[in-house]
């Protein structure tokens, strides 16, 4: 993955944005909004969940399989 991401991984990648980060729902939903208007895809309903975006690396992984699919 750190060749697709175009950097080497670190342990921030395991990084929970709930509690390190401090992401509450309006973080939350002000991060679902940034990855749609920086990435250029819209975030479907039921991709609003926040153990998606758990970590630093599940929240790469999805914009990663997001793209790819677009």
Aim: proline content about 1%; glycine content about 6%.
């Amino acid at each position: 993955m750190s060749t697709i991401v175009g950097r080497s991984l670190s342990e921030n990648e395991a990084m929970l944005l709930i509690e390190d980060y401090n992401l509450d729902s309006i973080s939350f939903i002000e991060l679902i909004v940034g990855m749609e208007k920086q990435f250029g895809f819209v975030i479907p309903a039921e991709d609003y969940r926040i153990e998606l975006y758990a970590t630093l690396g599940l929240t790469i992984d999805y914009i990663l399989r997001r793209t790819s699919i677009e």
